[in-house]
């Protein structure tokens, strides 16, 4: 249940409503990291781990804004 205040009541445990972004983010980021590797995108970044990063900041940017209200 989500309160008004952004936190999710897990068990009587209040975590705060971005990390459940986090993790949406951290997990889609992988996929489109495996999808990337397949199809050689990696071969025109010029540093994967920059590249990486900022596919992690874009997805999180993205499911922040469609979960917002």
Do not use: K
């Not at 972004?21 to 970044?45: D, E, H, K, N, P």
């Amino acid at each position: 249940v989500r309160s008004m205040i952004g936190e999710l009541n897990v068990y009587g445990v209040f975590l705060p409503a971005l990390m459940l972004c986090v993790v949406l983010a951290v997990l889609a980021t992988a996929g489109v990291r495996a999808v990337f590797r397949r199809i050689g995108v990696y071969r025109l970044a010029w540093h994967p781990a920059l590249f990486d990063l900022s596919l992690f900041v874009i997805l999180l940017g993205v499911i922040v804004a469609l979960t917002s209200q």
